[in-house]
């Protein structure tokens, strides 16, 4: 499927392009110790200017999640799990993404995942997937 992409800034290159490594990096703020998405200049919780990507484990689990059957455009692969992930470093740091490698009706709410990434042009989107 094609994705619109998005716009790489300097605060969210990392997040957007750390998959080429292997790695899922969220911003931490050095003030209050604690990791927030999207990331953004300053931290949300204190307001600190003392922040920047760090990486995390890309373990976590689905917090809850949606099965899209609705064909919006023609090259769209149905049916696709859109979740919301809650990643195990922090309560609280969660994101949206897609499930992938598993049959819709496996996901499960609780279901433990990790991240796996999938390259489009200079961006790794980050996906998940069953935890082994």
């Known amino acids: 499927m ?28 050095d003030a209050c110790a604690r990791f927030f998405h999207p990331p953004a200049p300053i931290c949300p ?6 922040v ?17 059957h609705q064909p919006w455009r023609p090259d769209l692969q149905l049916p696709y799990v859109v979740a919301i992930v809650e990643l195990a470093d922090q309560e609280g740091l969660r994101f949206v993404s897609n499930i992938v490698g598993t049959e819709p009706g496996q996901v499960a709410i609780g279901m433990p995942v990790q991240v796996r990434f999938e390259q489009v042009e200079d961006v790794w989107l980050p996906l998940f997937e069953r935890a082994a």
């Open 45 to 50: 919780r204190c307001l600190s200017m003392a």
């Open 2 to 29: 094609t994705r619109k992409l998005p716009a790489l800034t300097p605060d969210n290159r990392a997040f957007w392009q750390g998959g080429a490594e292997g790695r899922l990096q969220m911003h931490h703020c």
């Open 52 to 68: 920047g990507p760090r990486a995390v484990s890309g373990r976590g689990k689905v917090l809850t999640y949606t099965v899209n």
